[in-house]
């Protein structure tokens, strides 16, 4: 490292420890309450308004019926969302390596690092084209319906156009996200959002084209989106990260690779596991209906999950940003308040579900049968909301701190070495059906995996961590 900088970032280090002992607690709590929102605002309504394109794609579908509702949802929900889950988690490399580039001043690396990004996960959904392309044969293999998995095999056929756009989107939105240009992807999903809402009445209800109308869709909306941030990104307004495209991208691909390897697998595990309940509820009795009420009980719990979710990006942003400035103590207080604040809005929410309880399937079905089944689901989904306020917010102190690889392991273990089995015979053997295998996969991998995450944040050296970050030549390997 250069020794001037090397020298700044220590002073950096001192200003800080004399922050400590200069200010009580209430007032260190409101700055970096004021730090921590400046992402977590503009992120919040990224998310929610990403989601709700989700969403809005939903509703259209399930007004057209049981069937399309249900192959929307396996389509969207499971098939889309497992290969999105992968693609996001690799794209979460870029807060470890952005954040703490940006942190300790490297501000050139940036580019590099999303030029990086953008190769690799872009190899990686062409790798996984197969699973739209035999999408069909897989749900009937895996005991979906016939009419549901033929449907749902179409649907995925035209969902490749919004695949490939997500290995530019993920990348992008996490390349200005860790120098702290939240406010831009929050403009530019909102206005998608806004187009995609009468893009969908264009097609769906207006030209009469149905379910695959809704999917064309959000192909459209998802590249418009895409579009917007390469303008913003490569049009001169980020000129200390993006110097042009560089050959030095494709050195140093190896241990990019590997990192992203491991931030797609953290990630993508947490994505699947749900989605897994979806399919593992298909081969229950009355598959239907019960398939329709867990997947309206998952679109709810993931559009609120988007608030947690932009906590785990501030987190990581945050905590990575300190520990590249070589903050110890200023990262680990940066995770206290990002895990009260979040917990905090969970709990609200968790009481809103369960004072809404019986109205909460209006939004996505007519069918009072569908309103019964989400009914006598939503206290498991009240205990989901409340746990998720608390778990992305221990994930993104280890993105921010480059802990993938052992966070990998952890969801492994609990996600699928307990809880998937735990709610296969919960499901089956003892017969207790969808609210069984639901309950088992609460307490048998969320649970335990948040309080697993919890010891090893709280048992972490921050002072090794952030004299590992700050003194790294290259900030691309994190272990």
């Not at 020298?7 to 209430?26: A, G, I, P, T």
């Not at 491991?262 to 897994?276: N, Q, T």
Request: aromatic share 12%; glycine share 8%.
């Amino acid at each position: 490292m250069d020794e001037k900088l090397e020298q700044h970032l220590l002073q950096d280090y001192k200003n800080v420890e004399d922050y400590d002992q200069e200010k009580d607690l209430k007032t260190r709590v409101l700055i970096e309450s004021k730090k921590l929102w400046q992402v977590v605002g503009p992120a919040i309504i990224a998310r929610v308004a990403n989601y709700t394109m989700n969403v809005v794609t939903q509703a259209f579908a399930g007004h057209l019926g049981d069937v399309e509702l249900a192959s929307m949802s396996i389509a969207n929900n499971v098939l889309v969302a497992l290969n999105y889950g992968l693609l996001l988690g690799m794209a979460t490399t870029l807060e470890t390596l952005c954040g703490q580039a940006f942190g300790a001043k490297r501000y050139n690396m940036l580019g590099i690092y999303l030029q990086r990004s953008w190769i690799v996960l872009f190899l990686a959904s062409i790798l996984l084209l197969p699973l739209y392309i035999y999408a069909t044969p897989i749900l009937k293999l895996l005991g979906q319906p016939e009419d549901v998995a033929e449907l749902a095999g179409l649907l995925s056929i035209w969902f490749i156009p919004m695949h490939l756009g997500f290995a530019f989107q993920c990348s992008l939105q996490r390349f200005l996200m860790s120098q702290l240009k939240v406010n831009v992807v929050a403009v530019v999903s909102t206005l998608t959002l806004v187009i995609h809402a009468f893009i969908s009445w264009l097609f769906v209800s207006k030209f009469q084209l149905g379910v695959i109308g809704a999917t064309v869709a959000f192909d459209i909306s998802t590249w418009i989106s895409i579009f917007g941030l390469l303008v913003y990104a490569l049009g001169g307004w980020c000129p200390l990260a993006w110097n042009g495209f560089s050959m030095e991208a494709f050195s140093g691909l190896w241990e990019f690779l590997k990192l992203s390897a491991a931030s797609g697998v953290m990630l993508c595990l947490e994505f699947w596991y749900y989605r897994i309940l979806i399919l593992m509820t298909g081969n229950l009795k009355n598959a239907t209906i019960a398939v329709d009420a867990l997947s309206v009980c998952m679109s709810i719990n993931g559009w609120e999950l988007m608030i947690p979710f932009a906590f785990l990006a501030a987190t990581g942003v945050r905590v990575a940003n300190e520990l590249g400035a070589g903050n110890g103590k200023a990262a680990k207080f940066a995770a206290k308040v990002s895990l009260v604040q979040s917990s905090i809005i969970g709990i609200v929410f968790c009481v809103l579900i369960m004072m809404f309880h019986d109205k909460l399937a209006l939004i996505f079905s007519s069918s009072p049968i569908v309103n019964t089944a989400v009914d006598k689901l939503s206290y498991l989904l009240a205990i989901t909301i409340l746990l998720n306020s608390v778990q992305p917010v221990l994930s993104g102190v280890a993105i921010g701190s480059g802990w993938q690889s052992l966070v990998a392991y952890v969801n492994i273990g609990c996600y699928y070495v307990i809880g998937v089995p735990l709610g296969i015979v919960t499901g089956w053997v003892f017969n207790l059906g969808v609210e069984g295998i639901w309950c088992s996969m609460i307490f048998g991998g969320t649970a335990v995996q948040t309080a697993i995450l919890a010891i090893l944040t709280m048992q972490r050296d921050w002072e090794k961590e952030a004299r590992k970050a700050m003194i790294a030549d290259d900030l691309s390997i994190i272990s």
